[in-house]
């Protein structure tokens, strides 16, 4: 079992930054990847980001490239997204996710992942 918390979210005006963080805890070692996803009102939940665990190959989303950034922090057991020049349509509860499916191209779907975190809400005013 893996437990994820997330914290970070909040509220901000369009253009500003905030910088998500995902803590991982219990079997840590299976995880082969982590990713966000996002759920806006009335929407599917979304992927946004994804890091593998071991080696930290990365992948954006087109809606966030050039303005998010995931990261690791492998000794803290900790995921971060730093999400800059944020939009109104950035708002959306964020997720963190892991997977132990050791599967880049699957890792995209969040059909793959198995834990969850609660989710931390993300509000862009404009």
């Known amino acids: 079992q893996v437990q994820l918390v997330e914290s970070g979210g909040g509220l901000v005006q369009a253009g500003g930054s905030l910088r998500l963080s995902c803590a991982a805890s219990?079997?840590?070692?299976?995880?082969?990847?982590l990713a966000w996803f996002r759920q806006a009102p009335g929407k599917e939940r979304e992927f946004v980001a994804r890091?593998?665990?071991?080696?930290?190959?990365?992948d954006l989303a087109d809606s966030v490239k050039g303005r998010f950034a995931i990261s690791r922090d492998y000794a803290k057991n900790t995921v971060h997204l730093q999400m800059n020049s944020l939009k109104p349509e950035d708002t959306a509860v964020y997720f963190c996710?892991?997977?132990?499916?050791?599967?880049?191209?699957?890792?995209?779907?969040?059909?793959?992942?198995?834990?969850w975190g609660q989710g931390t809400q993300v509000t862009v005013a404009s």
């Open positions: 890091i593998t665990w071991s080696a930290g190959s990365t």
């Open positions: 219990g079997r840590t070692f299976n995880m082969y990847a």
């Open positions: 996710a892991a997977t132990v499916v050791v599967s880049w191209s699957a890792s995209r779907g969040r059909s793959s992942y198995g834990y």
